[in-house]
Structure formats: structure tokens, C-alpha cells
């Protein structure tokens, strides 16, 4: 007997509104008539991981690799928790076990990539973002480059930070925070009228950041010397 189309459409509507606690009631009831049913248990889990309940959700995706270990959202699951908690290690290595099942899984090679960024293997997360671009949407293209952008500014190519930002900005000038990559790139290359520019840019959208008006207010003062 099949599952009530209904009742599956409503969950996904619950999720996509982040109503987790809500699609937890309904799938518990029907998981317990389908107890091995693999989309459902992986509904659960991504809603408890969204609840911050990572007990449940690693319980949940540790039993979905054991039914079936050749589905890669178990492992990209469990990736996405550890990185959540900060074990980037833990992380990488599910991530790549779930590329070598769904090598073109955009999101896996971008969370992968992010995970090496924060343990600052900048050489590596440079190539698996690169990896990520050839199987992303335009959807998720300006925060791939993004982030490209932060590693080579990272690495210290600040041409090429600059330019990848630049880029991205063309792509969604919406995207401000890569107006603080470009100004970052000129102050760390001693273009104080260019850092200026770009740092009085990125703070009339966040006023708020603190460091970013000091650095300015630095590079007013350097300005003010070399006039």
C-alpha cells in the first residue's frame, strides 16, 4: 500500500516553511508503518538537524547508510551536522564519501569546500569550490565565487580576489559583502583611495560592521599623511 500522496506533499510543505516540530508529528505516525522508507527517514533527520537535535539526526543518518549505503544523502547528512558542530575533520571525510555516490552533487562539494576553509586548507577548498562551480545553478553560482574570492584573498592573490569579487558583484549587486573582499584586497595592498572607495561602499549597506569603520577611519588617516 502506497503512502497518502497528501499527507508527503504536506510535509515537504511544512519543511519548506521550516515548520520542523510539525512535519516531525506527521512523519513519526507514518514512518511507523513504513519503518525502512529511506525518503522519510531522511525528512526526519534533516528536520531534526534543523532543530538543533543532532542525537536524533545522526541516529536517523547513521541507520539510513546502513540500508543503503550507496545513497549519498546519508553521508552529505551527516556532514552537514558536523559542520554544524564544528568538526570539520568529521565533516570532510562524509562529505567525500558521499561525492564518491553523487559526484555531481554541487552542495556536497561546497560544503566540503567550506569545512577546508575553516580549518584553512585554502589550497584544497579552492579546488573543491572550483569543483562545485561545474555542477552548480546560477542559484548558488555568486556564493560559490564568493567564496572563491575569500580564499584567494586568503592565499594573498589579492588581483585575483579582487577580481573574482568584482565578478560576483556583476552577477548580484546585491551581494555587498564582496565590496568588503575587494576593500579588504586593497588595505592589505596598500591601496589606501581604492580600499576608500570600496570600504565606503560596502558600509552604506552595513553600518553596523565595527571593523570594517576602523579600517576606514585608518585609511582616512593615511590618506591624510601622504596628501
Keep these: 500500500m502506497a503512502i497518502d500522496k497528501e499527507k508527503l506533499d504536506k510535509i515537504t510543505e511544512l519543511m519548506s ?8 508529528s506527521l512523519i ?6 513504513y519503518p ?3 525518503i522519510l527517514m531522511l525528512d526526519l533527520a534533516y528536520s531534526y538537524a534543523n532543530l538543533s537535535r543532532y542525537e536524533k539526526a545522526v541516529d536517523l543518518y547513521t541507520k539510513i547508510i546502513e540500508l543503503a549505503p550507496e545513497n549519498s544523502s546519508g553521508y552529505t547528512g551527516l556532514g552537514f551536522i558536523y559542520r554544524k558542530q564544528g568538526k570539520n575533520e568529521a565533516a570532510i ?11 555531481d552533487n554541487a552542495i556536497a562539494h561546497f560544503e566540503k569546500a567550506e569545512a577546508l576553509f575553516e580549518i584553512d586548507q585554502y589550497e584544497e577548498a579552492f579546488k573543491i569550490y572550483y569543483k562545485s562551480l561545474q555542477f552548480s545553478g546560477a542559484e548558488t553560482e555568486a556564493e560559490t565565487l564568493h567564496r572563491i574570492a575569500q580564499v584567494n584573498l586568503g592565499l594573498k592573490k589579492y588581483d585575483k580576489a579582487i577580481k573574482i569579487a568584482s565578478d ?19 588595505y592589505l595592498m596598500e591601496d589606501w583611495k581604492n580600499a576608500e572607495i570600496h570600504f565606503k561602499k560596502y558600509l552604506e549597506a552595513i553600518p553596523e560592521d565595527e571593523s570594517a569603520s576602523n579600517l576606514l577611519h585608518e585609511i582616512k588617516e593615511k590618506l591624510k599623511i601622504n596628501k
Excluded at 571525510?93 to 559526484?103: D, S, V
Excluded at 560576483?168 to 586593497?186: C, H, K, Q
Design 17 to 24: 516553511n521550516g515548520e520542523f516540530n510539525e512535519a516531525i
Design 168 to 186: 560576483v558583484l556583476s552577477r548580484n549587486p546585491g551581494y555587498i559583502s564582496a565590496s568588503n573582499i575587494i576593500a579588504t584586497a586593497y
Design 28 to 33: 513519526n505516525p507514518i514512518l511507523k508503518e
Design 36 to 38: 525502512n522508507n529511506i
Design 93 to 103: 571525510k562524509e562529505f567525500t564519501k558521499g561525492i564518491l555516490y553523487a559526484p
